[in-house]
């Protein structure tokens, strides 16, 4: 591994879990802080080697600097002409051969260079899933760089190792990378499921394959296609090294389908939105368009028409779309096709900003493709939940499975409409034209409740944050030494616990303890069927999110759920150390993720998160502090809720006339 790789500011401060602000105080401060070595008087650069025995020296170092060292150094090949994809292309591609054959690369420290770097063409002359590699792909500084490699795996295992370099890159493009947020992801995903085969059409760094894998059981293939070499290349790798039975290839989906006369149980994408150039002339006489020859200018009915073309009769198609394919004029024909044939079944809106940097609220299309001989469905579930965007995806899902088993589904975000009232002369599907006004209050005394409950809880406020006035200015303390969770987990002081990779949630009776219940301190809301591989919670244990994007870490009080996809569980020895303690040093370390992360797939590590060294007793006082601001954090959330009950039941009372000011007329 080179000794001269080098890091820029913001480097540094990922290697020590603190922001950029920080590294220029200690440049002021620190005579001995290494000086850079190169880059510009405004971004310089510094000597990776100096900047870790600095930070070690100082008790601040925090990440790994293994994982940095490997990063500069494929960023160090990437710069001999080689474009960063294609040399992480390679790395993936020797991560994929050194986890089907270590045993060849055991004596990779004491083997020469020349020799090494002989056998490294054949090693990515392919990649799985049928995505070429390209020609001569090694970049000259390959040996260092698997040299490298092989040490992180050492750290991380090749799966983790890939994710390290995958998700640094698409931080580093985050402008031209579009993700999708996971909760959209698997809510559609669990519209569409269970399956056991699945098409994404357009399946871009592979979120909806990668998570098909994880929530559905028994799954025999996954099949992708992306119209980027490179993001093939890299979804291909991800997708290969998770052992998922995937097959992805580069290509335009319309123009170009890798897969035709193949068919799955599940089309789910994300597709390219208001495409002029989807292919329109080349297409017109295509016979996906069954449903009829998608316009010039609505390229999602082509991508929808795509979808059932691959899709078994009774399978489902589930695509995210702009509101304008709901009401555009010029789709009315094709959207009144699918409703006559009881293809399209349910419309879904979402809240805006569910998926970031789109400028509005997006909706998800629900299609089965209907049964040879079956009898066409009659109406059509719309579903609008903009009124409670923390809970979106629960709301979708139970009116869906409602609507599924036949049972009543006319609530204030959702209702089953006829499919002979939405065939007029607009054919509109925006779910919120169908949905009924909120109802008034059943009773005038609805009010009054909610304003008691209010009070009582607003009541509660002055003493929660009295009792933060035990907390002191005074000075920081430089002279305690730091840990890991993960060296306290290797001790034995703490258990770091996951749930396993298949947790199918909606099935079964078992309470299941997700991301949105930690983050909203409510009880479990999901459910999942029994297995021996469940990770139960108890009493006492630390619930923390394992996405950066959603920093939240709690002491769980109650017995029995177990714990739900994208958390885990840090088990803290009662006699060794306090879960409160750790639970407010997990939080400090999940918020100082967010900060770091520019995507939304960014991951929170639970091993690296830094806490101090300190005897149980001073754990505990910290700990009870923590304790402090978590429940003041309950008492606002609990207020908010309260108060915006009291708001929207006294505004329908004054409309409806069962409130009135005390002082007006009789």
Not at 598 to 607: G, M, Y
Not at 638 to 648: E, I, K
Request: net charge negative; proline share 8%.
């Amino acid at each position: 591994m080179p000794n001269d790789a080098t890091v820029t500011a913001a480097d540094i401060a990922r290697l020590a879990a603190v922001g950029r602000a920080a590294v220029s105080n200690w440049r002021r401060r620190h005579d001995d802080f290494p000086q850079p070595v190169g880059g510009t008087a405004v971004s310089p650069t510094f000597s990776l080697a100096e900047v870790e025995d600095w930070l070690r020296d100082q008790g601040k170092l925090a990440d790994s600097p293994v994982r940095e060292r490997v990063w500069q150094t494929l960023r160090t090949a990437a710069s001999e002409g080689r474009d960063l994809a294609d040399v992480l292309t390679f790395a993936g591609a020797f991560l994929l051969h050194l986890r089907a054959d270590p045993a060849r690369w055991d004596e990779l420290p004491d083997t020469p260079d020349d020799e090494v770097a002989a056998a490294l063409p054949e090693v990515v002359r392919a990649l799985p899933g049928g995505v070429e590699a390209g020609p001569d792909l090694t970049p000259p500084s390959a040996v260092p760089l698997v040299r490298a490699l092989s040490q992180l795996v050492d750290e991380l295992g090749a799966v983790e190792t890939f994710e390290f370099l995958r998700t640094r890159y698409l931080e580093h493009h985050s402008r031209r990378v579009y993700l999708t947020p996971e909760p959209v992801v698997r809510l559609m995903l669990e519209l569409g499921g269970p399956a056991r085969t699945v098409l994404d059409p357009a399946c871009g760094t592979g979120s909806y394959l990668k998570a098909a894998d994880e929530v559905f059981e028994d799954v025999q293939q996954l099949l992708g296609q992306e119209i980027d070499d490179t993001t093939a290349r890299m979804s291909a790798i991800q997708l290969a090294l998770r052992g998922a039975p995937a097959e992805v290839c580069p290509g335009d989906s319309l123009l170009a389908d890798a897969f035709p006369g193949r068919t799955v149980d599940l089309v789910v994408s994300n597709p390219p939105f208001n495409d002029r150039g989807w292919g329109y002339e080349q297409l017109t006489g295509d016979p996906r368009w069954e449903y009829g020859l998608p316009p010039r200018m609505e390229s999602e009915l082509a991508w929808l028409q795509h979808g059932l073309a691959h899709v078994e009769p009774g399978g489902h198609v589930v695509l995210l779309m702009p509101p304008a394919v709901a009401n555009r004029r010029s789709g009315r024909r094709v959207r009144s096709e699918l409703l006559r044939r009881g293809t399209l079944r349910a419309v879904i809106g979402l809240p805006p900003g569910a998926v970031p940097n789109m400028a509005v609220a997006l909706a998800v299309w629900v299609l089965r493709r209907p049964a040879p001989g079956g009898t066409p469905a009659d109406d059509v579930l719309m579903v609008d939940t903009s009124a409670d965007p923390d809970n979106f995806r629960r709301t979708a899902l139970d009116a869906w499975r409602r609507y599924e088993k036949g049972k009543p589904t006319g609530t204030d975000s959702s209702v089953v409409v006829r499919i002979i009232d939405l065939l007029d002369d607009e054919v509109d599907l925006t779910p919120a034209r169908y949905l009924p006004q909120r109802s008034a209050p059943t009773a005038e005394g609805s009010f009054v409740a909610a304003r008691e409950l209010l009070e009582a809880k607003a009541a509660e406020l002055p003493r929660v944050v009295s009792e933060l006035s035990s907390l002191t200015q005074s000075r920081a303390r430089a002279d305690v030494p730091m840990t890991t969770v993960g060296e306290l987990a290797k001790a034995g002081v703490l258990q770091i616990l996951r749930p396993p990779a298949k947790v199918r949630l909606g099935e079964g009776n078992v309470p299941v303890l997700t991301l949105e219940d930690v983050a909203l301190g409510q009880e479990p809301t999901g459910t999942a069927a029994p297995d021996d591989e469940h990770v139960h919670v108890a009493a006492g244990d630390v619930v923390v999110s394992l996405t950066a994007r959603n920093p939240v870490a709690r002491v769980i009080t109650g017995e029995g759920p177990v714990l739900g996809p994208g958390l885990a569980l840090v088990r803290a020895e009662p006699s060794r150390s306090d879960p409160d303690f750790v639970a407010g040093w997990l939080l400090l370390g999940a918020q100082g993720a967010r900060l770091r992360s520019s995507t939304s797939s960014a991951r929170f590590d639970v091993r690296r998160a830094r806490l101090p060294r300190l005897g149980l007793d001073e754990q505990a006082e910290l700990g009870r502090a923590f304790r402090r601001l978590t429940d003041l954090e309950a008492a606002l959330r609990d207020t908010y809720r309260l108060g915006a009950d009291v708001l929207r039941l006294g505004l329908e009372g004054l409309g409806a006339g069962t409130l009135r000011p005390s002082g007006g007329p009789r």
